[in-house]
């Protein structure tokens, strides 16, 4: 089945500067990443998806690149804010949603 | 439209006993996947619904189980409970066309098995 690995788990980032997260995935058969959001006690709410005939999307401050030949992707978030400070979970599908194990990020203001 | 909601919010149960969870989804959609959601694993793939038929299943004991209905609301069912099983259920909605239709979570039901 897919396995999707996230880097780094825990990342803290200076107000104002960008922050990346990395994704791969097993299953080249995948081919839907979205990227989701989980502020604390609160759902997973989806901030951006890519799909696999784009290379890359953008959306305002937050933006996606996707690899296929090397199997990995990546959420870049610009000009960070206080209210960026959650977990991130990124995800693949092929038949079914398989989710990496989150990256906690930290916004130092 | 309202967002996907689930019942209850919270449960305390014992070990060896029963519960039944539920997830009412976005008006529309037909798909229905659960995940259970724990510090250590993060999320984990139960199974998922569409048109009353289970169409992908995890990899999880048969304790697990759902179902869904015609209105597409669905229900997941945990029997002889255990404390490993003590976690935040979350159920997803999406329509969908395709597979790679965007999910939609519910707020989650939290379970504690003591």
């Known amino acids: 089945g897919e396995n999707v690995e996230q880097h780094p788990s825990t990342l803290s980032v200076q107000e104002g500067d960008s922050a990346v997260i990395k994704c791969t995935y097993s299953?080249?058969?995948?081919?839907?990443f979205p990227w989701y959001k989980q502020e604390l006690g609160k759902r997973p709410q989806l901030i951006i998806d890519?799909?696999?005939?784009?290379g890359e999307k953008k959306d305002q401050r937050i933006a996606v690149t996707l690899n296929k030949t090397a199997k990995h992707f990546s959420l870049h978030i610009t000009e960070t804010q206080p209210e960026d400070s959650a977990v991130y979970f990124c995800?693949?599908?092929?038949?079914?949603?398989?989710f990496g194990t989150g990256t906690r990020l930290t916004i130092i203001p | 439209k309202a967002g996907v909601t689930q019942t209850p919010r919270y449960l305390i149960k014992t070990r060896g006993q029963q519960v039944t969870l539920s997830c009412s989804p976005i008006?529309?959609?037909?798909?229905v996947s659960w995940y259970q959601q724990t510090p250590g694993q993060g999320l984990q793939f139960l199974f998922e619904?569409?048109?009353?038929?289970?169409?992908n299943k995890g990899n999880f004991p048969g304790r697990f189980s759902g179902r869904q209905f015609s209105n597409s609301r669905s229900e997941m069912n945990v029997s002889t409970l255990e404390l490993g099983d003590s976690a935040l259920y979350l159920c997803?909605?999406?329509?969908?066309?395709?597979?790679?239709?965007?999910?939609?979570f519910g707020p989650g039901t939290r379970l504690t098995v003591l």
């Open positions: 997803a909605s999406s329509l969908p066309q395709l597979a790679s239709d965007t999910q939609y």
């Open positions: 299953d080249s058969a995948s081919n839907y």
């Open positions: 890519i799909r696999s005939n784009v």
């Open positions: 995800a693949a599908r092929e038949e079914k949603l398989t």
């Open positions: 008006s529309g959609h037909r798909s």
């Open positions: 619904y569409f048109s009353e038929t289970q169409r």
